[in-house]
């Protein structure tokens, strides 16, 4: 067999195409890709125009003086989160599944065919098609996971791959402020059925354009640190000819069966980068992320739901500071770039100047995420156990803690994915790990309703200190595992997941 009969390898991108999409795939994570987040910011605006204005009662009417007196419209609107919420991470399973199936155009124009409806749903809603509401924020739900879950894997075209990583996420937490937007344009003298329509035309075509400017499949390239393309063998990626090579240029008799040789060992080397996604699965690396998941991403979830009521208690029910405070609170969304550029920088910074982390094999890619997985919880539980002097003095330091805590939370679960498991792997990982944390986070309701009911907050700020320290299992046994010699500088592949129980 002669050379000329080999794959011919990719052709590299150039770096202002990715510079270019990665630009539009950050611009379309911080404009389209959280508004469901922020869907309960709308119901201002909803009632405006009378949705579910037969729930009220009969002197109200369409206005904005029926904003305040008409609850049954507004827990209709919070019922269609509350479903979209349960709906939402099953629905980002099939998603997960097609990206790695199909890969990043198909997912692509899924979103942005579901963002055009979602959104589109929200602009036509009015008294007679009010139930638009429901299909509209479940499409905006999944819609929004896809086009973070993308966008994530572009970040392995890029030098820094964990800082842009973590600049997608916190652009993700920061989307949820959007809506706020939106209602201030709306109760301009802008019509709100106009300022809808030209948001979701530009939301499809910022998303079609990422599509169309996408240079190619995910795994052609590389993390800096050595991520193995599956068309490339290894000895190509030393970027050097090994002796065996040289002397086969010294003596062509060799050439057909070395070729022969190579091919066979990049068939061994693909079959292996293209072990089914359900041995990754079954790894003890997967179930220990669900763990940490759950730990910290209940007591998020928690703190979000027993906000007011805690405000409600420590203000003794004063209605103008729990608006106050859930208004600063939300501001604090605008810094989640910022801080969620901290854990990304953190990884990338260590995977360059720790010898012990340099290393090109999957060992130093477990124990770069350790940092970040043991700070995150321990952000966690101090600021659970700053609440506990209850008083208005320690909400603007904790809404600090929590805004750091959640920035890092998300970036730490998308970079820990790009670092532990294959590329090709990623959408069916990711959704994995927060559909099985998704069903733990009814446990929030019972918890709001003690807290309100003993009125004492301290008994379940202590079980939620403990719950976040029982995730630094995961970095422990990461580390325990995983800091042993790894006998010299040999290059192996970067990922060998296999089912290990």
Same mark, same amino acid.
């Given at each position: 067999?002669?050379?000329?009969?080999?794959?011919?390898?990719?052709?590299?991108?150039?770096?202002?195409?990715?510079? #270019?999409?990665?630009?539009? !795939?950050?611009?379309?994570?911080? /404009?389209? =890709?959280?508004? @469901?987040?922020? *869907?309960?910011?709308? +119901?201002?605006?909803?009632?405006?125009?009378?949705?579910?204005?037969?729930?009220?009662?009969?002197?109200?009417?369409?206005?904005?003086?029926?904003?305040?007196?008409?609850?049954?419209?507004?827990?209709?609107?919070?019922?269609?989160?509350?479903?979209?919420?349960?709906?939402?991470?099953?629905?980002?399973?099939?998603?997960?599944?097609?990206?790695?199936?199909?890969?990043?155009? #198909?997912?692509?124009?899924? !979103?942005?065919?579901?963002?055009? /409806?979602? =959104?589109?749903? @929200?602009?036509? *809603?009015?008294?007679? +098609?009010?139930?638009?509401?429901?299909?509209?924020?479940?499409?905006?739900?999944?819609?929004?996971?896809?086009?973070?879950?993308?966008?994530?894997?572009?970040?392995?075209?890029?030098?820094?791959?964990?800082?842009?990583?973590?600049?997608?996420?916190?652009?993700?937490?920061?989307?949820?402020?959007?809506?706020?937007?939106?209602?201030?344009?709306?109760?301009?003298?802008?019509?709100?059925?106009?300022?809808?329509?030209?948001?979701?035309?530009?939301?499809?075509?910022?998303?079609?354009?990422? *599509?169309?400017?996408?240079?190619?499949?995910?795994?052609?390239?590389?993390?800096?640190?050595?991520?193995?393309?599956?068309?490339?063998?290894?000895?190509?990626?030393?970027?050097?000819?090994?002796?065996?090579?040289?002397?086969?240029?010294?003596?062509?008799?060799?050439?057909?069966?070395?070729?022969?040789?190579?091919?066979?060992?990049?068939?061994?080397?693909?079959?292996?980068?293209?072990?089914?996604?359900?041995?990754?699965?079954?790894?003890?690396?997967?179930?220990?992320?669900?763990?940490?998941?759950?730990?910290?991403?209940?007591?998020?979830?928690?703190?979000?739901?027993?906000?007011?009521?805690?405000?409600?208690?420590?203000?003794?029910?004063?209605?103008?500071?729990?608006?106050?405070?859930?208004?600063?609170?939300?501001?604090?969304?605008?810094?989640?770039?910022?801080?969620?550029?901290?854990?990304?920088?953190?990884?990338?910074?260590?995977?360059?100047?720790?010898?012990?982390?340099?290393?090109?094999?999957?060992?130093?890619?477990?124990?770069?995420?350790?940092?970040?997985?043991?700070?995150?919880?321990?952000?966690?539980?101090?600021?659970?156990?700053?609440?506990?002097?209850?008083?208005?003095?320690?909400?603007?330091?904790?809404?600090?803690?929590?805004?750091?805590?959640?920035?890092?939370?998300?970036?730490?679960?998308?970079?820990?994915?790009?670092?532990?498991?294959?590329?090709?792997?990623?959408?069916?990982?990711?959704?994995?790990?927060?559909?099985?944390?998704?069903?733990?986070?009814?446990?929030?309701?019972?918890?709001?309703?003690?807290?309100?009911?003993?009125?004492?907050?301290?008994?379940?700020?202590?079980?939620?200190?403990?719950?976040?320290?029982?995730?630094?299992?995961?970095?422990?046994?990461?580390?325990?595992?995983?800091?042993?010699?790894?006998?010299?500088?040999?290059?192996?592949?970067?990922?060998?997941?296999?089912?290990?129980?």
């Amino acid at each position: 067999m002669s050379d000329s009969k080999k794959k011919p390898l990719p052709a590299a991108p150039s770096d202002l195409r990715i510079a #270019v999409t990665i630009g539009l !795939a950050m611009l379309e994570t911080l /404009l389209f =890709s959280g508004l @469901f987040y922020g *869907v309960v910011s709308l +119901v201002p605006v909803l009632n405006d125009r009378g949705v579910y204005g037969h729930l009220c009662a009969p002197n109200v009417t369409a206005g904005a003086n029926a904003t305040a007196r008409c609850s049954a419209a507004r827990d209709q609107i919070t019922l269609a989160f509350t479903i979209t919420q349960v709906v939402t991470p099953f629905g980002n399973v099939a998603s997960g599944f097609i990206l790695d199936r199909w890969g990043f155009r #198909v997912v692509k124009t899924i !979103a942005a065919a579901l963002f055009g /409806l979602g =959104s589109l749903c @929200f602009t036509l *809603v009015q008294p007679g +098609v009010d139930w638009l509401i429901f299909p509209g924020t479940m499409m905006l739900g999944i819609s929004g996971i896809q086009v973070v879950m993308s966008n994530l894997q572009l970040s392995t075209m890029v030098k820094f791959p964990f800082v842009v990583a973590s600049i997608i996420s916190g652009l993700f937490d920061a989307c949820t402020m959007v809506t706020s937007v939106l209602v201030q344009i709306s109760r301009s003298n802008v019509n709100s059925f106009i300022a809808f329509g030209v948001y979701t035309g530009l939301g499809v075509l910022t998303i079609s354009l990422t *599509v169309a400017l996408y240079p190619g499949k995910y795994n052609r390239l590389q993390l800096d640190s050595g991520l193995a393309p599956q068309t490339i063998s290894l000895s190509s990626l030393r970027g050097h000819k090994s002796k065996k090579e040289a002397q086969q240029q010294q003596d062509p008799r060799t050439t057909e069966s070395s070729v022969v040789s190579e091919e066979a060992s990049d068939a061994i080397e693909e079959k292996q980068l293209r072990c089914p996604a359900i041995q990754f699965l079954l790894t003890t690396d997967f179930f220990l992320m669900i763990l940490w998941m759950i730990c910290n991403n209940l007591r998020l979830n928690y703190f979000f739901g027993f906000l007011n009521p805690y405000v409600d208690l420590i203000t003794d029910v004063d209605k103008d500071l729990v608006e106050h405070y859930a208004t600063m609170f939300g501001y604090f969304f605008l810094t989640s770039p910022l801080v969620s550029l901290l854990p990304g920088l953190l990884l990338d910074l260590q995977k360059r100047f720790i010898p012990t982390l340099r290393q090109n094999n999957h060992r130093s890619y477990k124990l770069n995420t350790v940092t970040t997985l043991t700070l995150t919880a321990l952000i966690g539980a101090i600021s659970c156990l700053m609440m506990l002097p209850n008083s208005t003095g320690i909400l603007i330091p904790t809404f600090v803690a929590i805004s750091v805590f959640r920035a890092f939370m998300y970036s730490t679960l998308g970079n820990y994915c790009i670092s532990v498991f294959k590329p090709e792997n990623f959408g069916i990982v990711y959704t994995g790990i927060i559909c099985s944390a998704a069903p733990f986070m009814f446990l929030t309701v019972p918890l709001i309703n003690w807290m309100q009911d003993s009125r004492n907050p301290d008994t379940i700020n202590y079980i939620f200190a403990g719950l976040t320290c029982v995730s630094l299992i995961h970095p422990l046994v990461l580390l325990l595992r995983n800091i042993r010699p790894t006998g010299g500088h040999q290059v192996q592949p970067v990922v060998v997941n296999k089912a290990d129980f």
